[in-house]
């Protein structure tokens, strides 16, 4: 989950871009009863917030605790899809679900404009070991006035994160508002239907195995990245 200053942009409804996902996405992860759900929040560097864990609450919890540019107030999409994957690598090694089995979400508003990683090199290393990317971009949508005032997001890199999700597999979802957010979430969950015997690494822990994985993307800072170049 992007937590990046701009976030904090009152465009999609009254609340802040990051309090609606708290908000839309909080109650996904209520839903995924029997998955396990992994937290990474990033910025100018990526954290794991919460490891793989079918404690939801607590990943929920995390959630609702996150604040704009904790992790800094840039958006580090490679170093974010870096870390998760090798929280998924580490994850497997010791006896936890395959990669191929695993699903990423990533929601962003932004473009990559920091980290070490460039995010397609990310992209395809989450494609060679079967990960596929969800991709998501909030914020309203960029509009110009009749004075040349520009209005709404202009900073999200809508073909970036097409590509992302297209190498892995995955989707792209575009959300402006609460509702198509919302929209955005339950065509996930048609996508990958809540399994009592799945584990989701989810973009976002503990610490136990089950057969599926869903990341909701999130980070670890881009240092820490290095010491283990995949």
């Known amino acids: 989950i992007d937590c990046s200053g701009s976030m904090a942009t009152h465009d999609m409804g009254g609340a ?3 309090e609606i996902v708290q908000v839309v996405a909080g109650h996904f992860i209520d839903q995924r009863q029997g998955d396990q759900i992994g937290l990474i929040l990033f910025g100018t560097r990526p954290y794991l917030q919460a490891p793989l864990t079918s404690d939801i609450r ?8 996150a604040v704009v540019g904790i992790a ?3 958006t580090a999409i490679g170093d974010a899809i870096g870390l998760a994957i090798k ?3 580490e994850r497997e090694r010791t006896g936890g679900a395959p990669m191929h089995q695993s699903v990423l979400i990533l929601l962003t508003d932004g473009g990559n404009d920091a980290g070490v990683m460039p995010p397609l090199e990310a992209a395809r290393l989450a494609a060679q070991t079967g990960l596929r990317i969800f991709t998501i971009g909030v914020g309203a949508d960029a509009e110009q006035s ?3 005032y520009t209005s709404g997001n202009t900073d999200l890199d809508i073909g970036l994160l097409k590509k992302i999700a297209s190498i892995t597999g995955g989707e792209f979802f575009r959300a402006t508002n609460p509702e198509a957010l919302q929209a955005v979430y339950r065509r996930i969950n048609r996508l990958e239907p809540t399994v009592g015997n799945k584990q989701w690494l989810r973009p976002a822990a503990e610490w136990f195995t089950w057969p599926l994985a869903l990341a909701l993307i999130l980070s670890v800072p881009a240092a820490w990245l290095l010491t283990e170049r995949f």
């Open 72 to 74: 800094g107030p840039q």
């Open 58 to 65: 607590t990943v929920h919890q995390f959630l609702e605790e």
């Open 146 to 148: 009749l004075f040349g």
């Open 87 to 89: 929280q998924l690598r």
């Open 16 to 18: 802040s871009r990051l």
